[in-house]
Every structure is written in structure tokens, then in C-alpha cells.
């Protein structure tokens, strides 16, 4: 029991580097960018408020919420990879791999492999719980850039194609949820924070 114990305390110290990884999204009310742990409650939070518009009425939000919690930890080891480097997403899944079975891995067997399996499931998009945490994934930092007036878009040259494409993805998880992310991208444009 203890060294069970042992274990997960490990883990639950070394998951505290989360709140060190630095992503390229602005908080909405303040003059710095997010970091990884903000962004994973954040999204669970969303998670609670949004499944009504989950396409599938019968998912698991339970699961949802931990895939949402535990998806960005491989970054530990992994770093943040910008959504919009083309380059960086070549050898992001092999690092995060990697980063999963280290970190992970200080858990005991069975946690750590429940744990990989969901961070598994997270990234292979397939199951509905995937699909909706997908979705809110994508649409957090949509939100956030077009509550800064695109300021993150600017600074890395992102236009309106690019975040189209990337938002298409939250169709999966959510019709409606994609419907209101088209229409805050409408807005992007109109406003002059996203070039065409």
C-alpha cells in the first residue's frame, strides 16, 4: 500500500510542472499567456457546461473530463506544440508517446495503463468522449484569440483559412459548438483581428 502510495505521490508532484509549460494563448483577463494547467481545468469546466451539445447524448462526461485533464501532461517532457507549426507537429506524437510512458509511468501499473490508454483515446479521436474533448480543445483557444483581438493570430501570421481548417475538427464533437465557432471566426474577420 505504501509503495503504492509512494507512486502516485510521485506523479501528482510531477504533474505540478504543468503549471510551468507556457502556451501561446492570452488569458481573456490578463496580459499573459495560459498555461497548461489553466488550460486543462479550463477545458474540464467547459466539459461540465457543454455536453448538452455533445452530438452524442449519451457520452460519458466523466471520461471526457479526464482525457480533458490528463491530455496536455505529456508536455512535461513534450513542450507545447503551437497548433499552427506545420514542422512541429511532424514528431509531436512520437515525443508525446515518449513523454506518456515516462510520466506515466511513475504511477502503478494500472493506473499508469488506464492513464495511457485515455491520453490514447484522446489522440486517436475516435470514440465520442474523444470527439467532444477534441472540440472543446479546439475551441478554447479560438475563443481566447478573438477575446484578444487576434493578437496571438497576428504575432504568428495566422489567417482565416488556417483557423477554419483547424476548427473544422470540432464538427466531430459538436455541431453546434462548430456553428458558434464559425460564427466567432465571422466575427474575427469583420472585425479585423484575422485576415482572409
Do not use: C
Amino acid at each position: 500500500m505504501m509503495e503504492r502510495l509512494q507512486e502516485q505521490m510521485a506523479f501528482i508532484m510531477e504533474i505540478d510542472k504543468l503549471k510551468n509549460i507556457v502556451r501561446r494563448t492570452k488569458l481573456i483577463y490578463a496580459d499573459r499567456n495560459e498555461n497548461d494547467a489553466e488550460h486543462s481545468w479550463h477545458l474540464a469546466v467547459m466539459a461540465m457546461n457543454l455536453v448538452e451539445y455533445a452530438n452524442e447524448p449519451d457520452l460519458d462526461i466523466g471520461k471526457v473530463m479526464q482525457m480533458v485533464l490528463i491530455h496536455d501532461i505529456v508536455e512535461i517532457d513534450a513542450g507545447d506544440t503551437y497548433a499552427y507549426d506545420v514542422s512541429g507537429h511532424a514528431d509531436k506524437y512520437e515525443r508525446e508517446r515518449q513523454a506518456a510512458e515516462r510520466i506515466f509511468g511513475l504511477l502503478p501499473a494500472d493506473q499508469k495503463q488506464a492513464y495511457v490508454d485515455l491520453w490514447q483515446e484522446f489522440e486517436g479521436g475516435i470514440s465520442a468522449e474523444a470527439k467532444f474533448a477534441s472540440a472543446l480543445d479546439r475551441l478554447q483557444p479560438l475563443i481566447h484569440n478573438y477575446k484578444n483581438q487576434g493578437s496571438i493570430w497576428a504575432a504568428n501570421g495566422i489567417t482565416s483559412t488556417q483557423v477554419r481548417e483547424r476548427s473544422n475538427k470540432i464538427r466531430e464533437g459538436s455541431e453546434a459548438l462548430w456553428r458558434y465557432a464559425q460564427e466567432i471566426i465571422d466575427q474575427s474577420i469583420a472585425q479585423g483581428f484575422l485576415p482572409e
